[in-house]
């Protein structure tokens, strides 16, 4: 009972996927349904000229063959092959009608889970279960929903034309018909239990083939190539794979081999019983308690029986195939973001008035305990140039999520201009900052729309580009490019080049002054750019960023000493605060690295001095 319950208890997913064709393909939908319709209606009509014809000729036999009989016989076989002809035409035609709407469909469905990828919080990014969940729904595939009308409409028709078939055994003999159930109902039953059986193993599965999946994309991406050579990790990955793809092969021919043992068992049973059938009829048939009409009429009918039988069973366990990974398409579609707009939200107001402050911040990430920030108080005022130092993991990268609402703090709050973030539109609030991260993305897209990304709003070949890039000091090496600013930054492409790093963080740079926003955020913008590229952007990047506010998170302090203001974290808190001067004259832990920096600095300088 439970097991039945355990099979059948998910078809409240297919009640989902009626309402998505809908809004996907009206027209098709339609257009399908009239089509099978007509494909059901020619069918039947297909049967019944087939009886009538059976029985004229039947009574034709017992009788002196009169010439009008005979012209009723070709009448009923040319209807008979008129109806068949509008039946595969309607079926073709329908066939058509539902290729279009699997199309359509298909991109109603690629559509929505890109919204909500997009949509997504980070955090869901961040966590095994956002890839399990994705690669479950992409499993699924965006061609279930319409194959589910398909098996839906097929469902009906062979419905439909098993009961005109039913109808018509019980006609010429109804002991015949707990024959086909019996041929009909165990196969029906062993392929439910072998289609749920192999859902939950795919399900079970999921992160054994994304794990070689990602084997896979580190043996063949161009990103590997030069550590997977000099490493020769080759030969190690290449076992590696093998052996998780001979496991989930061999988890697969496990059930598969099972399933095929009991389907023969059942077919066996089946063609058994089909064939006892007949021998029954042929029995009665000689017995005279059934005419020879009716053994022709079985014959002809009994091949379409068979496979109407066998295509109902198909098409149910299909259904039911369907439905359970529909059900992981739809678990996919329910996530909602956490991190979202508010009921009532407050107007942003540009430029900020007071700025953004962190009011005792804690932060742990989703699923861990141990808190990454812990009691932050930090200010950023307009026009002010904050600076973050602090050891490798202490939270700095942490802090800007928080800051720019990709995450929410697990307790105090952060304000912008008195008002907790929480409560301001979050598109509003987020175009407020510009930020290139530690690992900022390469497009494989032109210099230009490289660089119009970070402000997607302005037109194509707007003058700002070029502003951005000579604020970056990107410009020089990009006119230095084949194509200048319509090069294709990528190798993956015809016509596309590749850059060098640095390069590369130039770009990005310029992507971040794009935008007007009212604060620059920097992790780490120069760990790739030359001494002299680092010198210049700093020299007078008050003036680069037109007077805004900017955090910036640097691990040489000789460029953090141009902020108005620095905090030091460690371990999660902030440990110290104040100018450069001050933090000097504290003599603390911002005091200790930037002594030990300035010396290797000296050190070397000196060295080379004396050589
Ligand atoms: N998505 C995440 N889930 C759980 N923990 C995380 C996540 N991202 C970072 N952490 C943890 O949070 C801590 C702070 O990381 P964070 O990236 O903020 O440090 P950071 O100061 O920017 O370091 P770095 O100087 O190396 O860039 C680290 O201990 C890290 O392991």
Not at 291 to 312: C, K, N
Not at 526 to 550: C, V, W
């Amino acid at each position: 009972m439970l097991k039945m319950q355990r099979i059948f208890h998910p078809l409240r997913t297919l009640r989902r996927i009626f309402p998505l064709l809908w809004a996907s393909s009206r027209k098709w939908t339609l257009l399908s349904t009239i089509l099978l319709v007509l494909e059901i209606g020619f069918g039947l009509a297909v049967l019944y000229l087939l009886k009538q014809m059976v029985d004229v000729v039947t009574e034709l036999l017992g009788e002196e063959a009169a010439s009008q009989d005979f012209v009723s016989v070709i009448g009923y076989v040319a209807l008979t092959g008129a109806a068949t002809l509008a039946f595969m035409t309607s079926r073709a035609l329908a066939n058509l009608a539902r290729e279009a709407q699997s199309l359509l469909v298909a991109d109603h469905i690629d559509r929505q889970i890109h919204e909500r990828a997009v949509r997504a919080d980070l955090a869901f990014y961040e966590s095994p279960r956002y890839f399990d969940t994705l690669e479950r729904a992409r499993e699924a595939g965006n061609q279930r929903p319409a194959q589910v009308v398909v098996n839906v409409m097929m469902l009906i028709k062979n419905c439909v034309m098993l009961t005109a078939i039913v109808v018509l055994i019980l006609s010429i003999n109804w002991l015949v018909l707990p024959v086909l159930m019996i041929a009909i109902v165990p196969a029906l039953l062993v392929r439910l239990h072998f289609t749920r059986q192999l859902y939950d193993w795919q399900r079970h599965r999921t992160q054994m083939e994304r794990r070689a999946s990602y084997l896979d994309w580190l043996m063949t991406s161009d990103l590997h190539a030069k550590e997977l050579r000099l490493l020769q990790l080759g030969d190690f990955l290449r076992e590696q794979y093998s052996e998780l793809r001979g496991r989930i092969r061999r988890e697969r021919m496990h059930i598969t081999q099972r399933r095929t043992r009991v389907e023969v068992l059942v077919g066996s049973v089946a063609t058994i019983a089909f064939f006892g059938a007949l021998a029954f009829l042929a029995w009665q048939t000689a017995e005279g308690h059934n005419s020879i009409g009716d053994l022709v009429l079985f014959l002809l009918i009994f091949q379409r029986a068979q496979t109407m039988g066998q295509e109902l069973v198909q098409q149910l366990s299909k259904l039911y195939e369907d439905h359970l990974y529909m059900g992981l398409l739809f678990e996919f579609m329910d996530i909602r973001p956490e991190i979202a707009e508010p009921v009532n939200p407050v107007t942003v107001s540009e430029p900020p008035q007071e700025g953004i402050h962190f009011e005792q911040v804690s932060f742990c990430y989703p699923g861990t305990k141990a808190p990454v920030l812990s009691q932050i108080d930090l200010t950023i005022r307009p026009g002010q140039i904050v600076a973050l130092v602090g050891a490798n993991g202490s939270g700095k990268t942490s802090l800007i999520k928080l800051l720019c609402r990709l995450y929410d703090p697990t307790a105090g709050r952060i304000t912008l201009d008195g008002v907790d973030i929480r409560d301001y539109s979050l598109e509003d609030y987020r175009r407020l900052f510009s930020v290139i991260f530690q690992d900022y993305s390469h497009y494989a897209a032109s210099v230009s729309e490289n660089i119009r990304f970070g402000d997607i709003l302005q037109p194509v070949g707007t003058p700002s580009i070029k502003t951005a890039a000579i604020k970056a000091g990107a410009d020089p090496f990009i006119e230095g490019l084949s194509a200048g600013y319509d090069t294709l930054l990528t190798r993956m492409f015809d016509d596309g080049q590749e850059i060098s790093l640095g390069q590369w963080q130039k770009v990005a740079l310029a992507r971040a002054f794009m935008r007007q926003s009212s604060v620059i955020i920097l992790d780490e913008p120069t760990s790739a750019l030359d001494p002299g590229a680092e010198f210049e952007l700093f020299e007078n990047f008050r003036e680069r960023i037109n007077h805004r506010a900017a955090l910036v998170i640097s691990h040489r302090l000789s460029t953090v000493r141009m902020a108005d203001y620095i905090y030091v974290l460690d371990q999660g808190m902030i440990r110290e605060s104040g100018s450069h001067d001050e933090l000097i004259r504290h003599g603390g832990i911002y005091c200790r690295l930037f002594t030990q920096q300035a010396h290797h600095y000296r050190e070397v300088r000196d060295r080379e001095v004396r050589a």
